[in-house]
């Protein structure tokens, strides 16, 4: 049997990232075979990615890549906050942006399948993925993607890692980043009031209706006059025209210049936007949040229990 060396186990480890131990154990089964170790290890990690896939990735990172007049906007997701800083997360984060840009994948799995090595691991995306799930030891996924290609020029702003905006454009180019920055800071739902969706509009008019119904309640209890259901009607309706400009980007105001609206200032420098994707990353994933406290406490109880 070959003799398996501190340096064997050190070399092996910094390839794969595996424990030192489970290094040797791969070491001595692979008769000091680097190579067939390092197999014996990734089919171990793989292993190790299945029984992860099943936990919930709500951290993770919004990435872009933009050339020319074609980009790509993804989000990449995992558990910790802490993996949204590990350098090799990142490069497959950025690497799907490309991928997406480049190969036009007409979905998760076809992005996936697109060729790609990374940490020595491959050959395709999906492969680095697992791989990575094994070698970090969290769950990470790739959530969605929307790419560009319509000839129009593209603006994209990231705010850190967790937000990322990409402006469709004809124009001045710095007026367009501004416009994606103001999109990460507002997050406003469409284009114009005419463009937000009508299952939102509906849900702000039942909320205004139920306000009006409960001020109508208090005033009739407290013996005050109740206002006429047509008055009632243009409260409920001056209260959706309020939202729609709230929520809609060019009525809104414009972050850097409060005193003009998002659409005055397009115009003054003679820009146009025809669209924009926003992402934040985690948005509309249920999150489980552990309360410690309760924990330690059912721990306590169970121990006196037992005692």
């Known amino acids: 049997m070959a003799a398996i060396t501190a340096s064997m186990v050190a070399e092996l480890r910094a390839k794969t990232d595996a424990p030192m131990m489970e290094c ?87 992005l996936g399948a697109l060729a790609y090595e990374q940490d020595s691991f491959g050959p395709t995306l999906e492969d680095v993925r697992k791989g990575l799930i094994g070698k970090i030891g969290e769950n990470m996924s790739f959530r969605r993607f929307k790419r560009f290609e319509g000839g129009a020029k593209l ?9 990322g905006v990409v402006v469709e454009f004809d124009g001045d180019e710095a007026a367009a980043k501004d416009v994606a920055m103001h999109v990460a ?50 409260r409920i309706e001056g209260g959706v025209q309020k939202f729609l400009k ?21 115009k003054a420098a003679g820009t146009n936007v025809k669209g924009f994707t926003l992402y934040i990353v985690g948005e509309g994933i249920e999150k489980k949040v552990d309360d410690f406290a309760a924990e330690v406490a059912a721990q306590v109880a169970a121990a006196k229990a037992a005692a």
């Open 24 to 110: 040797k154990k791969a070491l001595t089964e692979a008769e000091g075979d680097l190579a067939k170790a390092e197999e014996l290890l990734r089919v171990k990690l793989g292993t190790k990615a299945g029984k992860a896939a099943s936990r919930v990735t709500a951290e993770g990172v919004v990435t872009s890549f933009i050339d020319g007049t074609t980009g790509a906007l993804v989000e990449v997701n995992c558990e910790t906050d802490f993996v949204t800083k590990n350098d090799s997360f990142l490069a497959l984060a950025k690497a799907a942006a490309e991928l997406v840009a480049k190969h036009n994948p007409a979905d998760i799995e076809a």
């Open 155 to 163: 603006a994209a702003y990231l705010h850190g890692t967790r937000i």
């Open 246 to 266: 709230e929520v809609s980007l060019f009525n809104q105001a414009f972050v850097k210049n409060d005193k003009q609206t998002v659409e005055q200032m397009l």
């Open 185 to 234: 800071a507002m997050k406003p739902v469409a284009l114009t009031s005419a463009d937000v969706p009508a299952d939102l509009i509906e849900k702000e008019r039942a909320v205004a209706a139920g306000k009006a119904a409960e001020d109508a309640a208090k005033a009739q209890a407290e013996g005050k006059p109740v206002q006429s259901p047509e008055i009632v009607a243009k």
